[in-house]
């Protein structure tokens, strides 16, 4: 972790805490809370989102609520500086979940969302070439995600993403997707994940640990134990922020490091690399 990624996620903390605390909604910490990581550039999401292997940045993004469930996302959407206002606005002005592709980013200009020049010098792809490059390194993460709690009770998880490396033009990870890379249910919890879509998406890990919470788990063991399914049965890695109504939470990963951090108001706001 640099030291402007720590100051900006200790910022990101004080902010949204001092909304929550002037009474705003946790829709509105969360939702702010990512617009000041997808504009600091730190991160992958927002101005510092990956590109696909055409050379095109293509983000994903999600929020959800829960008191009512609702929920709002955009996937692949292109030349946005705040994909997460877009997903919030899908959620809130329309009656639809999901909005991909071009369609997705012609609704964001409708809003005059502020936009970002997304495309690098274009490249051609050779799918032959991307099939047998098919084991790309994939350690650079860095998506965005937050959950808060507000004083109505009410939690919010939500996550930005610029994607892995070596991406095909078009894939789409877990992040935009309802229950993979983002759930929040006030009888349960939010959680919001980082880490390989695709072994998160098989998992539908977000939902899976607001099961667990359901149940009666601790957010800890509710995550260990779908890390745990998620590398035992199909290898794959990740990490995850877990808040319940109640106030409880936990931060685990099964990648070698996560950089996150937590702030109940008390002291400083904590942040570091890794969790146990
Ligand atoms: N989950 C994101 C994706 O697969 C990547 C990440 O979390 O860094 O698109």
């Given at each position: 972790m640099t030291a402007s990624q720590a100051a900006c996620l200790r910022t990101v903390l004080q902010v949204g805490h001092h909304l929550l605390d002037r009474g705003a909604s946790a829709l509105t910490a969360v939702e702010q809370a990512i617009r000041t990581l997808e504009r600091s550039g730190l991160f992958n999401a927002g101005a510092g989102s990956r590109v696909q292997l055409d050379g095109v940045r293509r983000m994903d993004a999600s929020i959800m609520e829960g008191q009512d469930l609702r929920a709002g996302g955009v996937a692949s959407i292109e030349g946005m500086l705040h994909p997460i206002t877009a997903a919030r606005l899908v959620m809130?002005?329309?009656?639809?979940v999901l909005l991909v592709g071009p369609m997705a980013t012609t609704f964001a200009k409708h809003f005059r969302l502020e936009r970002q020049r997304t495309s690098m010098p274009k490249r051609r792809v050779s799918y032959g070439t991307i099939f047998n490059q098919k084991q790309v390194a994939r350690e650079r993460h860095g998506t965005v995600g937050a959950v808060a709690l507000d004083r109505f009770g009410t939690v919010v998880a939500g996550s930005s993403t610029g994607g892995i490396d070596g991406m095909l033009p078009g894939r789409v990870g877990d992040t935009p997707l309802i229950g993979c890379g983002v759930y929040a249910d006030n009888q349960s919890g939010a959680v919001s994940m980082t880490g390989i879509g695709e072994g998160i998406i098989r998992i539908a890990m977000a939902k899976e640990i607001c099961d667990r919470l359901d149940e009666g788990a601790t957010p800890k063991t509710a995550v260990r134990h779908v890390l745990k399914k998620l590398v035992d049965r199909i290898h794959g890695s990740a990490g995850a922020l877990v808040l319940t109504p109640d106030g409880r939470f936990a931060i685990r990963h099964s990648t070698p490091h996560m950089i996150a951090g937590y702030w109940t108001g008390d002291g400083e706001p904590v942040v570091k690399d890794s969790y146990g």
């Open positions: 809130e002005e329309t009656d639809h």
